[in-house]
């Protein structure tokens, strides 16, 4: 049995509406000249990117809420299916440049400029589960770095290597990790780096987050 996972999904929408936030004051402080985001604007939803346990179990029961039957479901579904094949086919062939020795700042660079479009995102250029879209969403649009390496929305009106307010993605990928670590052993899972997966949106929307795939009690015996 999942026990009461509330209190970390508690914890991860304080730290969405501090995302949030960060991301008015950045919009107050700048201005729309800059801050760009609109409605209708999807940039940011062909981005490649991957969740943490704790988002993709939260948008996976928020997904579920919001579509628990019906053609809408079945369609964001077959998008999210068809997005998994296509990631599936570009991990392998940059897998395969990894072993012609490639270098792999090359295959990274290569990795950041693949686009697909969010299964999330519908036919109206919305999306359909907007108000629990991930913190990558939400903070898009406005500086930020990571690592060490900044980066801005290309369509903004932030000039690259320019001074501004600036957000610190490392300690919200912190964050992010020791609520799934805290997932992790609130389940008392038998898989001790259950906290380390990472998964794109696609996949978190077509995973059953069972007591299987949560490795809650013994394994099961195989026939």
Do not use: W
Request: proline content about 5%; aromatic content about 8%.
């Amino acid at each position: 049995m999942i026990p009461d996972l509330s209190p970390i999904f508690t914890a991860y929408e304080k730290l969405r509406d501090q995302v949030d936030g960060i991301f008015a004051q950045v919009l107050a402080s700048q201005g729309p000249e800059r801050v760009t985001c609109r409605k209708g604007c999807s940039d940011c939803c062909h981005a490649l990117f991957d969740l943490t346990l704790v988002e993709a179990m939260y948008l996976n029961r928020a997904f579920g809420k919001a579509y628990g039957f019906g053609p809408e479901r079945s369609a964001i579904l077959e998008r999210a299916s068809e997005v998994d094949r296509r990631l599936a086919r570009l991990k392998r062939d940059l897998f395969r440049e990894e072993k012609k020795g490639i270098a792999p700042e090359s295959i990274m660079k290569e990795a950041a400029g693949e686009r697909m479009r969010c299964p999330l995102l519908g036919d109206d250029g919305l999306c359909a589960l907007y108000e629990a879209r991930p913190l990558t969403c939400r903070i898009y649009g406005i500086p930020t770095v990571i690592a060490g390496q900044g980066h801005v929305c290309g369509l903004s009106g932030f000039d690259r290597g320019g001074q501004y307010p600036t957000v610190k993605l490392d300690k919200i990928h912190a964050a992010l990790d020791d609520m799934s670590l805290a997932i992790e052993r609130g389940v008392k899972s038998r898989f001790d780096k259950l906290h380390e997966v990472y998964m794109p949106l696609s996949m978190a929307l077509l995973t059953d987050f069972d007591e299987q795939f949560l490795g809650i009690g013994p394994a099961r015996k195989e026939d």
